[in-house]
């Protein structure tokens, strides 16, 4: 599945922003079939997991340092995955990459995704 991600952008501390990833599938697999996820990567940091949503939507996981501030969520129909960003922290200030893979349950690591999305910058300035 190919992956674009927008909705970046530069934002001030305490503002929300929704990110979006777009999913258009390259084999029979449909949007529901995959697992989808959001990491962020800081400016010489690795990059971290931030969420995951599970196939059916009713499985969420968050990164501690999100939780109760972001919220990710899928449309299925509409082949989009998004994340929610409320309340804002200047250490949100990040490149968002969307990941997807073929499965059931929530994944969190790196290695386990297939497909990425190219990016979209979140600046978050204080």
């Known amino acids: 599945v190919q992956l674009q991600a927008s909705g970046g952008g530069l934002v001030q501390a305490g503002d929300s922003r929704r990110l979006s990833c777009a999913a258009s599938?390259?084999?029979?697999?449909?949007?529901?079939?995959?697992?989808m996820a959001w990491f962020r990567q800081a400016p010489g940091k690795e990059r971290d997991f931030v969420a995951g949503?599970?196939?059916?939507?009713?499985?969420?996981v968050y990164d501690d340092s999100v939780k109760g501030r972001f919220t990710i969520s899928r449309d299925d129909a509409k082949n989009t995955v998004y994340l929610q960003m409320n309340r804002l922290k200047p250490e949100d200030t990040a490149v968002y990459y969307c990941?997807?893979?073929?499965?059931?349950?929530?994944?969190?690591?790196?290695?386990?995704?297939?497909?990425w999305g190219q990016g979209t910058q979140v600046t978050v300035s204080s």
């Open positions: 990941a997807a893979r073929p499965g059931v349950g929530v994944r969190r690591y790196l290695e386990e995704f297939e497909s």
């Open positions: 949503i599970s196939w059916t939507g009713s499985t969420t």
């Open positions: 599938r390259r084999t029979g697999r449909t949007f529901d079939n995959y697992v």
